[in-house]
């Protein structure tokens, strides 16, 4: 079992760090995380005098970064404004200043489209589940339509991704075999694709990411990030789909038993840097790849806080960062509401995702997202 780190606070930047350099590599060591987020034309301005750096080409920037160091059996963080992290950096000597710089590089660089949506503005992804309505009988034609429906419901909506999903991962769920996903899912994604719509696909196995793209989704949606059906990433690296990977501790039914990290944040920080090069090292190119740090698989409401409130750390993997809040247990926990009740909770939280440069939210509720990012852009200037 990981036993957890407290984080301790330093008041300068580590120094010393070329050891940590010599000893291997600084990647699961030294993090360098966003802080002093700005917007609008003071983003720019700071860009343009060397007091801020761009944040992954979205109209935000920021002035100071948290740097955060695992060294043995302690983690601690400085925080510091981004031209100190520079002057460090290059102080610490050529393996610090060489990591410090690829992580910056791709904290900075715009993303290309993903699935061919403008990573440049926040992406509205609705959820759509292909799960038999427990208090209808009408049949696998009824369960259909009504997915389909749905669908375009949330794309009349202003849907930009409509996420279709056949298997619940909710613990208690009923197991549903690869076939009988597929045929719940395939005339969905046929229907709705076939109406011009960018549709992912909610699975981990294999046979139903085939099936899938072939029925005209262009992303697959994969809570085990590719690691949880043998075939999955080779399937998925000849598709010529895009990825979104997710993070997830344990299993569907049993995650939320007894979550343990050593510091969230980094754990699935780390997980995801493992996953994307397990990606990367299957051909799959990087234009083809987002990562979600996955609230609420396998994390107690302590650990989600952690990752949200660090959630523009992510952006170090160079990659869009996707985030799905809606209606999930941290927000009846933090609340009181019961998930029928949970969206203005679950737009607080996605608003919180946007400050940090979330490029894609995944929701139940289009319409009210998709006016809360509207506000926000406009606020943010962004
Ligand atoms: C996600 O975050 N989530 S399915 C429990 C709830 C409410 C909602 C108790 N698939 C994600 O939506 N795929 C799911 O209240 C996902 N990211 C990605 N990429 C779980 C869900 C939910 C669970």
């Known amino acids: 079992m990981t036993s957890s780190l407290v984080l301790e606070t330093s008041p300068a930047l580590p120094r010393g760090l070329s050891h940590v350099a010599a000893k291997g590599s600084l990647a699961g060591r030294l993090y360098v995380a966003p802080a002093g987020i700005v917007a609008g034309k003071t983003a720019a301005a700071a860009v343009t005098s060397g007091q801020a750096w761009g944040l992954a080409g979205g109209g935000l920037s920021f002035s100071a970064c948290s740097v955060l160091l695992r060294d043995g059996g302690q983690l601690i963080e400085a925080v510091a404004p981004f031209s100190d992290v520079l002057d460090w950096s290059e102080a610490e000597g050529p393996e610090v200043a060489r990591y410090v710089g690829s992580l910056l590089t791709k904290l900075g660089k715009a993303r290309p489209a993903f699935a061919g949506l403008d990573m440049g503005r926040p992406q509205v992804m609705g959820i759509v589940n292909v799960t038999p309505d427990s208090f209808s009988d009408g049949g696998k034609f009824f369960d259909t339509d009504r997915a389909i429906a749905h669908g375009q419901h949330l794309l009349a909506a202003g849907a930009d991704i409509l996420d279709i999903g056949g298997e619940s991962t909710r613990p208690g769920a ?209």
């Open 174 to 382: 009923d197991t549903v075999s690869p076939e009988e996903e597929i045929s719940r899912v395939v005339p969905v994604i046929r229907a709705l694709a076939g109406q011009g719509a960018t549709v992912s696909v909610d699975t981990r196995h294999a046979s139903v990411m085939g099936a899938a793209v072939e029925a005209g989704a262009a992303i697959i949606n994969d809570i085990t990030a590719l690691s949880g059906d043998p075939q999955s990433l080779t399937v998925a690296a000849k598709s010529g789909a895009a990825i979104m990977l997710m993070h997830m501790q344990g299993e569907p039914g049993t995650m939320q038993k007894d979550p343990h990290y050593a510091f969230a944040p980094l754990d699935v920080y780390d997980y995801l840097e493992e996953r994307v090069a397990v990606c990367r090292a299957a051909g799959i190119p990087a234009s083809r790849l987002c990562i979600d740090p996955g609230i609420g698989f396998g994390k107690t409401v302590e650990h989600n806080l952690q990752i949200l409130a660090r959630l523009s750390l992510y952006h170090a993997l160079g990659l869009p960062v996707l985030l799905g809040v809606s209606r999930k247990t941290f927000i009846g926990k933090l609340s009181g509401a019961p998930p029928s009740e949970r969206l203005a909770g679950s737009l607080s939280a996605a608003l919180v995702g946007l400050d940090q440069g979330a490029q894609i939210l995944r929701v139940h509720d289009v319409a009210e997202t998709i006016q809360a990012v509207a506000v926000w852009r406009g606020m943010r200037r962004a």
